[in-house]
């Protein structure tokens, strides 16, 4: 089992991306944001992304690939989905610091970041034990494979 606690790790120059756990199918990532910290406008190439607010609240706006721009915050507990094929940005508007958890499936590929992605950490965790809503999140999208275009930003 993985204690967060030790993971968490700010910076003040930029956010800070800890590796949890990374296979040929998964990549679990922790993040850790000061107030004021955002991520570039990206995409995720072929992967899914879910980002799971555990503390504070992240703003992410959503660019997707039918041109339309939405923009949510997520407060602690919201699980936010990023579909193959949308870009988008996060960041942390809020006056107090933000960590979030965040899984691609398949792991990400760093040349289609365009920006430094790199882990913070030279850790990689064998064994994760993940709350049961992210088995379910997953479960569900394995269920609207027919709907891939449909946003649904937040459950």
Wanted: glycine fraction near 8%; charge should be negative.
């Amino acid at each position: 089992m993985v204690n967060l606690d030790t993971l968490t790790q700010f910076k003040d120059s930029q956010y800070a991306r800890h590796l949890i756990f990374k296979s040929s199918h998964v990549e679990i990532l922790l993040v850790c944001w000061r107030p004021g910290q955002k991520s570039p406008v990206h995409g995720h190439g072929n992967a899914d992304g879910l980002m799971i607010i555990l503390q504070g609240e992240m703003t992410n706006t959503t660019f997707t690939k039918n041109g339309q721009k939405i923009t949510t915050v997520w407060q602690s507990g919201a699980i936010g989905h990023t579909p193959v094929g949308d870009r988008h940005e996060v960041i942390n508007n809020a006056n107090t610091d933000a960590v979030s958890l965040h899984i691609y499936a398949p792991p990400l590929k760093r040349d289609l970041q365009g920006a430094d992605m790199g882990y913070n950490n030279a850790v990689e965790l064998k064994e994760v034990n993940l709350p049961e809503q992210v088995f379910q999140y997953f479960l569900g999208l394995s269920a609207k494979q027919s709907s891939k275009d449909a946003i649904d930003p937040v459950l």
